[in-house]
C-alpha cells in the first residue's frame, strides 16, 4: 500500500531527526521511487537545512565569547 506526499513529508522530518522505524522507511523508500514532487521536496528541504544550520553556526560564532562556548560544549558534554 501506498502511502500519501502528506505522510511522506511527514517520514522526511521524522527520518531527519533519527526517528524512523524500519517499516517507515520503507514506506518512505517505496514513496520516492514514484513521486517526483516528494523528491523535490526532499531536495529543497535539505537546502533550507543546510542554510538555516550555516546561519545558526555563523551567527554564534560571531556573538558568543570564547568561555560561553567552552561553556556550552562542557554542557553538552556532560550531558551526554
Known amino acids: 500500500m501506498s502511502i500519501s506526499c502528506k505522510k511522506a513529508t511527514e517520514l522526511v522530518s521524522k527520518k531527519e531527526e533519527g526517528k524512523i522505524s524500519w517499516s517507515e522507511k520503507y514506506q518512505l523508500i517505496q514513496h520516492m521511487a514514484v513521486c517526483y514532487l516528494c523528491r523535490f521536496f526532499v531536495s529543497q528541504n535539505k537546502q533550507i537545512l543546510k542554510s538555516t544550520n550555516d546561519y545558526k553556526n555563523e551567527e554564534l560564532e560571531n556573538k558568543l565569547s570564547s568561555s560561553n562556548k567552552t ?10
Not at 71 to 80: G, P, R
Open 71 to 80: 561553556a556550552m560544549i562542557n554542557a553538552i558534554l556532560d550531558s551526554e
